[in-house]
């Protein structure tokens, strides 16, 4: 479904995400910040991978 370096740009994209358990990156400013994993869930502010939480705001998110 997803390509690498796909980048998740709508809350359906990270719903299908988190759905298919796509492993993903954080990336804020063009550089990453956290290599990731699954997201767990997502609000309309933040998305939560792991034990940490990334605001959608500032940050992006890749399929790795």
Do not use: P
Not at 6 to 12: E, F, G, R, S, Y
Not at 27 to 36: A, K, L, R, T, V
Not at 39 to 56: C, E, M, P, Q, S
Request: charged residues 25%.
């Amino acid at each position: 479904m997803f390509k690498s370096n796909q980048i998740l740009k709508t809350d359906a994209d990270i719903d299908n995400a988190m759905l298919f358990e796509s492993s993903v990156t954080v990336w804020q400013n063009s550089e990453i910040i956290d290599y990731g994993g699954k997201i767990t869930k997502h609000t309309k502010d933040a998305v939560f991978i792991n034990d940490g939480y990334y605001l959608k705001a500032v940050c992006e998110f890749k399929i790795r």
